[in-house]
């Protein structure tokens, strides 16, 4: 397989475990769109209501391509939920310039979390039914993510901008505020209460590099 | 009717949107066997899997009692989330002592919140499973716990202790903090790494107070 980078890429990491990996790029371009449909069956419906056939349809792909790329509807859960977990982090990847503080990196990985969700709305909802249709990967999708959290802290400590000793801990606690900001303030927001995701990262990034204690 | 204070108070307050209000003290005792009972279940099982019958048996209690309080496996659902929500409240409001300071508030609290959860696994997925069952508890669990969170920020800026400025974005983001670390260090916790429920508020403790960067 040749790895031509981009997009076709993120399809075939994405989907390793629980798709076969498409040989053409015709075949790339299905199972982008199941995947993408998918997101939105599952998000909509819930797991059970959800159904291969009503996928394939708001896919525009025939029933038979579908058993080209998954064998269930439980292994292309599991494809979506490791995908969704790939476009988490190329998201705030792509956010990222050379030049930034580890601080600004935490800014700049969080905005760009906030963004997405609230263009994949359904992302929490899904991730948050895989603790019931495959633990598993809901608990390898919250590890992967504060493992990756807990290498900047340690990179941010090392470098002297951070104080030492952040490890594991400190990354969850990152993430946990991550999450419920992100479900708050891109899934919760309410009509009209809109604030723009570089604010809320900043707020955050604020009690993240100073905390909430008065300073003497 | 008389409010006797202490455990009957509290099944009273948790229950009552949705069960009926046992008028006798035998009463009181059936209600929180079944709220107890059906977190096992609920737990054990999920919101699909669990019956009512299943319930009534662990409870020891005769399944027409379950409908003179409930009138169904989703009113005593919604009226176990409510239940949860007010144990988590009074277990942390039981670890705090007059003279603490707003910070030591935060680390009793959540020491408080790590212990219940280590006593109570199930309360993470009964709390996760009530986003598909009943979403609407689900939201209030949350919006309660981080305006609960929010007041006491908002007393610690009052009083000088911590900065000014703090409000929801803040409490959202304390509030992810604890759910997270109590996710990673009380239910997923793998034996024999059980680090103390103090010690562990006492890094987050850390963390939400002067954060992460190094003082210059």
Do not use: C
Request: zero cysteines; a neutral charge; glycine letters at 6%.
């Amino acid at each position: 397989m040749t790895d031509r980078g981009g997009s076709q890429t993120k399809v075939v990491n994405a989907a390793s475990a629980d798709a076969k990996t498409p040989r053409t790029e015709r075949g790339r371009r299905t199972l982008r769109k199941l995947l993408d449909a998918s997101a939105v069956e599952f998000g909509e419906k819930g797991f059970h209501e959800a159904s291969v056939s009503s996928i394939t349809r708001r896919a525009g792909v025939a029933l038979g391509s579908f058993y080209t790329y998954f064998d269930s509807k439980d292994a292309l859960f599991r494809a979506l939920v490791a995908d969704m977990s790939e476009n988490v982090k190329s998201s705030a990847r792509s956010a990222l310039a050379p030049d930034m503080t580890a601080l600004e990196i935490e800014r700049a990985a969080l905005a760009a979390f906030l963004d997405f969700a609230r263009e994949h709305k359904e992302i929490y909802r899904i991730i948050d039914e895989a603790e019931f249709v495959d633990p598993e990967s809901y608990r390898t999708h919250y590890e992967t993510i504060a493992e990756r959290i807990r290498m900047r802290l340690e990179a941010g400590s090392a470098s002297g901008e951070f104080r030492a000793g952040l490890g594991e801990l400190e990354a969850w606690a990152v993430m946990g505020m991550n999450v419920f900001v992100g479900l708050r303030y891109a899934v919760w927001a309410d009509k009209g209460e809109a604030r723009p995701s570089d604010e809320i990262a900043s707020a955050v990034n604020a009690l993240l590099a100073k905390g909430i204690a008065r300073r003497k």
